[in-house]
């Protein structure tokens, strides 16, 4: 908080016009907020030693700990006996099986006799006589395989790596096998075990291959692989030391690494435009240039340098905003602020100003951030607005508009564009206020009136490509050009409005304009986007039916507030976005405050003179009427699944008493004598 504070101190020392005490309090808090953000960083980096350290030692004991565990199952898990094989009486003992294909489950074979031992064959025994078995369908054999070998315990799978099948022996080549006349008989071998009664057995799914059609199943075929040890469960890794520190100091890093350096960077920018703009005085038109280079300088090589450092990367990215920004405004300077002019020719410093952009364009897409390029167009504009001298020196609006487009139509950046339109035209704004007063030109004609008009449609004109021309991957950048479009058209209005010389003329303009907009909506660019080409068609046809109307108002402002409104309520279904109606059906009680507070006001004091036809008057009340009866009845009963919830309902139901309203007293407007 101690930066806050410092900050607050050059402020106040800023307003009572001690420069270098500010400049100080300013420096001095960029040093604390560095010194800070130091702390913090060699904090954290302790508390991940500390953590990876921990995170090693469970590591091992988790490790040791899977090992005896396997230890302990393979001591302690019973063998499973083997599976008898029944033969029926009646048939003989020769069992046909199939190859046994290797499985998790394991038989292992008889160790075989050493080379030159002869193995140990087993006794003959003399052959009885025997009742002849019941004749019975012959069986088909698979293949002639050995005969049935005990079966040995059932290896259990260790439990350390479950995912890995266990390496069995190659099978050996089989010996010729004689008939089953002439096998001998092999007395049974005793299991060690006694046998488990069939309803204790486990039942564990075989992933043997299915015996053959008619081949009867041989006693492999019949041991059931036990399934896999399950792993051991590991809880949820702990929250890294990183993680604790954001939730421990959130605000105190946020305001440490990220905001203090913007503020920072802002604050020596608009220091340093503001002293070469009123102080500084004996340095002279030359010195403050060069003093305002120099800083510039300063802070994109340093921003650059910072930028290639991880650690300092936010800092380094704040620092090029900065600098391209003030470099931009001392260009600016060099023709267009009377305390920095050091040039005549505006077409050179035109020139230069351009260049300059161009330059910024370039080297801030290096970095592909938002936020670089944004800083850097925000610290222009707001760095421009300081100091205008005559409309000419608006043309660096112009200049960085153009390359605000070019950036948002590359990258995408379509909420840099919003950002872009309100610069463009507030800062047009702001020099009117400047040269106009707060009530605008009121019909009295001003020398810059053409130059401005040409500027403001030029704005007008680019942002309006931007829109046709680009490129949306998802809804949410259709939402974000929709606001945009609707910014660019209403903004040009009213500011046109705010300069407007011949209010007779305004029909012209809105038919002009109107015309423009839906010619924009039938372009083939533009239908290929069918939200695009809906807003512009509605757009213009919204602005050439309220041109008649405008014309007989009285250039009433409440008619530029009921176009914004429905342009913004019919979006909001077009695109199924409940944020763009919502702000249509606000906007649209704006417009019926307006109408009670003010028209109707004046619509009072008019009665009470004279009973004469107030055709201005009439007109407003009487369209605004239609307009709010259209939304309440036929958008209402339309469009039911948009306006059935709370409070797009009760809205909708304000718009019907605004309605009403708005038709009584265009009665009373439009009728004098004994028809009202």
Known sequence: MAELVLLLFALLALALDTPTTSLFFVFLAIGTSVWKQRRLREQVARLVDANTKQNDALHRELVELRRQVGAITETTRPAEPAAEVHEPAATPHAVVEKPVVPVAAVVKEPEPAPPGIEPIKPPVVPSVPRVAPVEAKPVTPAAPTAPPKPAAPIAPTPPAVPAQPPVAKPPETPKPVPPPSARPEVPPIPSVLPPLPAAQIPQTPSVLPPPTAGAPPSSAARLAAPGPIAPLRVSAPRPSAQQRMKSVFALEETLGTNWLNKLGVIILVLGVAL?????????????????????????????????????????????????????????????????????????????????????????????????????????AFTTVSLSHDDVYSLSAGAVLALGLVSIVVKRGWFELEIFGILSSYLNHLYWLYRLLGPEGAQGHAFPQYHASTALLLFYWLTFRVSYVVRKIKSPFDERVSTVAALLNTLLLLGVMKFQSVRPELAFVALLVIGGAEFIFGQLPITKRRRPAFVILSVLGAVLMVAAVPFHYSGNNVSLLWLIGAELFLAAGIILSEVVFRRLGLLTGLLVGGHLAGIDFVQLMRLRNASEELALASGVVFALCAVVFYLNAVVAGWRWKQFFSDSPDSQLLTLHSYVGGFAAVSAAWALCSGDWT
């Open 275 to 379: 002293f070469g703009i009123y102080e500084l005085g004996e340095l002279g038109p030359l010195g403050k240039v060069g003093l305002s280079y120099v800083a510039a300088l300063a802070l994109l090589v340093g921003g650059i340098f910072l930028e290639k450092r991880e650690r300092y990367r936010l800092l380094g990215r704040t620092g090029i905003g900065g600098g391209w920004a003030l470099l931009f405004f001392t260009t600016y300077a060099l023709s267009h602020v009377q305390a920095m002019r050091v040039m005549d020719s505006e077409t050179t410093d035109l020139i230069l100003m351009l260049i300059v952009a161009i330059a910024m364009v370039v080297h801030t897409l290096r970095y592909n951030s938002q936020f670089v390029t944004g800083l850097s167009f925000l610290l």
